[in-house]
């Protein structure tokens, strides 16, 4: 395993939640429109050569019924790439003096992430995707108090870095530094 991806991993979860978050409600947002102006496509079509709006009722109507689990669907890539973060702390085997170098990064990390959630509440308010992204109500819960979610990963994470320092007979110098 790469031991730097173990530090860092907590600033790419991060950028992963407003990607996955923006990503989903965009796509969810186009598939939106492309079945309302198939709708009205539909409606306004002569119906003596096709019948446009029955095809559309009958294919796409339900499969956008279906995308409103996409919501649901980011919430559990967020918390499943939260726990491999976790999962991946307890795994990988750092000297003791590189724990202070993990400590710093969840600082960055915190930082980082107030920008973040600013941005993704002025996002929130205004803008094209406002009405897609308010039906993710917890995965916006979950970008709105941003900071909180990385101090609590990072400092558990430093913690299962610790017990697994300890764990670990080659890593221990006994006596000394």
Do not use: C
Request: charged fraction near 10%; hydrophobic fraction near 55%.
């Amino acid at each position: 395993m790469n031991k730097k991806a173990g530090t860092l991993s907590v600033i790419a979860w991060v950028v992963s939640v407003f990607v996955i978050i923006f990503f989903l409600a965009g796509y969810l947002y186009a598939h939106n429109l492309m079945t309302e102006a198939l709708l009205d496509a539909g409606n306004t079509i002569d119906n003596n050569v096709v019948n446009l709006s029955d095809a559309v009722q009958k294919v796409v109507v339900p499969i956008n019924s279906a995308m409103n689990a996409l919501t649901w669907i980011s919430f559990v890539m967020i918390v499943s790439l939260a726990f491999s973060i976790l999962i991946e702390n307890y795994y990988i085997r750092e000297h003791p003096v590189l724990i202070f170098v993990h400590l710093l990064v969840i600082i960055l990390a915190i930082v980082g992430s107030i920008y973040v959630s600013n941005a993704y509440e002025t996002l929130l308010g205004q803008g094209i995707l406002s009405g897609a992204l308010g039906e993710f109500t917890a995965s916006t819960y979950i970008a709105l108090n941003l900071p909180i979610w990385v101090a609590i990963i990072g400092i558990f994470g430093l913690v299962l870095l610790v017990i697994n320092v300890t764990r670990d007979p080659t890593l221990n110098v006994k006596g000394g530094i």
